[in-house]
């Protein structure tokens, strides 16, 4: 089956093909008939399956089909982060529509929000929390809203935005179109869909194990080990960029400390800090300026980076769904990737879920008492046998031959020798180690001048970039001038997605800061 199959607009057609997509995927391809048919959905899936696009593209062309002057799709995301993702999707798949789309977030310009709300854009991408706050100041007309879409609603009923959407959704008209998109179905999120939609069509794609592609490693370690175990793991292993997920804020700040204090360059990601911080960080992480992240769960949902190599679970994740998710960052498009969990005693009973989903797939593996070198699981328990067999086979031959002198003597010249062997073995080490410091070092200094080269070339092409501000939320002029000129040169200078994708990644970027206080909510109200 592929995409034509669906009788699209054109001009969604051509954004479908510009981008790359032929072919649906599972949920879409049951998704998008029923949303054309104008039926409420409830859509079970994890992330990486497709979930956007299975809601963007059916709603892009029912609005190209009714074209209205106000706002007719609403989208409540859990995170800034997969607000501003899903807007580039909607500007990527909709290049040649004139759709207009703005996100309604914390972090950025109150008033500009404002100001696109009051203009009547097609679609509006917000977070619950922002959404509020804008109806406390405007008086935002939800009258001519034709769709609701709930993405990720599990993720929003963790982070405890559950009564804000409840207040969002009683201020929607009736006659609507509403579509909910959830990994997991809570009772809480069956009750809303209850109580909010109309006899809803179900879909539920499976959790499906971990892509093969991925190669999924897990240490038990102690707490106080884990630090160490991260830098075994970066030097040992060949990567290119590695997220790594903490489960708390404290956690994760800390974390990057430490790793920017072993002289690891690390940027970090979580709630508390503000988007100007957020997007410098997921900037810089995309960008390969800055090759490691420390995050919470944040980024663990909906986020498509390209190219992530590794990923570290400093912290084992509550639920089964939570480690699919987190580990399907990498190992994306066919590409290779490595998954590594560190398991301290009390995560051993969440983890146990994690190894009966992902089965064979996970080696497990344990650090020695040394911290430094790590055997097998079996063979760890097998080498604590031969190590208990061999003390009671001693302790035997010592009782048996107490008053022998000849092996007492034979013995202790193999004490002695024994001793003088560790202390060769000793030397020999140290002598490796500091053999493996200064290739190390070479290393480094060959790393760092690739990535300054990387890193100019990435700054010389930013420079021959359109100097258009793409942030501007009210982008409908903008767009459909864009789109006129590309249509025209269309043929001459095919688009590139992965140009339009850095676009509408820039215009994110770019957006102004908030004003703050008093004067922020005036600027709201008469801008």
Not at 82 to 96: K, T
């Amino acid at each position: 089956m592929t995409f034509n199959d669906f009788d699209l607009q054109d001009e969604l057609k051509a954004g479908l093909r510009d981008i790359g997509y032929s072919e649906p995927t599972p949920i879409q391809e049951q998704s998008i008939p029923i949303i054309l048919n104008k039926k409420d959905l409830i859509g079970a899936a994890q992330t990486g399956t497709g979930k956007t696009g299975a809601f963007v593209i059916p709603v892009l062309h029912q609005i190209l089909q009714n074209p209205s002057e106000h706002t007719q799709v609403l989208i409540l995301s859990p995170t800034r982060e997969l607000a501003q993702q899903i807007d580039e999707q909607i500007f990527a798949l909709g290049y040649h529509t004139g759709i207009t789309s703005a996100t309604i977030i914390g972090g950025e310009d109150f008033s500009k929000q404002a100001k696109a709300i009051r203009s009547g854009i097609d679609i509006i991408v917000a977070t619950p929390g922002r959404l509020i706050d804008q109806t406390k100041v405007l008086d935002i007309d939800f009258s001519h809203i034709k769709f609701l879409i709930l993405d990720e609603a599990d993720r929003m009923l963790d982070m405890g935005f559950l009564p804000d959407v409840t207040k969002i959704i009683k201020k929607l008209p009736q006659d609507r179109q509403t579509l909910l998109f959830s990994a997991t179905m809570p009772d809480q999120i069956k009750k809303l869909a209850n109580d909010f939609m109309k006899d809803p069509e179900k879909i539920e794609i499976a959790i499906e194990k971990p892509s093969g592609s991925i190669t999924q490693k897990a240490y038990f370690v102690d707490q106080k080990d884990k630090l160490k175990l991260v830098q075994d793991v970066l030097d040992e292993t060949a990567w290119e960029s590695c997220l790594i997920f903490c489960a708390t804020k404290r956690g994760t700040d800390e974390l990057e400390k430490l790793l920017i204090k072993k002289g690891i360059k690390a940027g970090s990601i979580h709630g508390d800090r503000n988007q100007d911080e957020r997007n410098k960080s997921l900037h810089e992480f995309k960008s390969g300026k800055v090759p490691v992240i420390v995050a919470t769960d944040v980024l663990a949902r909906g986020i498509d980076i390209d190219n992530i190599s590794m990923i570290i679970n400093y912290d084992v994740p509550r639920q089964v769904e939570d480690y699919v998710h987190r580990i399907g960052r990498t190992g994306r498009y066919d590409k290779s990737g490595i998954a590594v969990t560190f398991v301290n005693k009390k995560d051993r009973r969440a983890f146990s879920a994690i190894q009966d989903k992902v089965g064979d797939q996970l080696e497990i593996l344990e650090m020695n008492k040394k911290g430094s070198k790590k055997t097998s699981q079996a063979e760890y328990s097998k080498n604590n046998d031969n190590q208990s067999d061999k003390k009671s086979r001693k302790a035997s031959g010592k009782s048996s031959n107490k008053n022998d002198s000849s092996s007492k003597e034979v013995e202790d010249k193999k004490a002695s020798k024994s001793k003088s062997e560790s202390r060769k073995l000793t030397k020999q080490e140290i002598a490796k180690a500091n053999n493996k410091v200064e290739n190390l070092d070479s290393v480094d200094v060959v790393l760092k001048g690739s990535k300054k080269k990387s890193s100019k070339k990435s700054d010389e092409s930013g420079k021959g970039s359109s100097g258009k501000d793409k942030s501007d939320s009210k982008r409908g002029k903008t767009r459909k001038k864009s789109t006129d000129s590309d249509h025209d040169n269309r043929n001459d200078e095919p688009v590139i997605p992965a140009e339009r994708i850095k676009k509408a990644t820039k215009r994110n970027q770019k957006s102004l800061k908030p004003a703050k206080g008093i004067w922020g909510l005036i600027k709201a109200i008469f801008s």
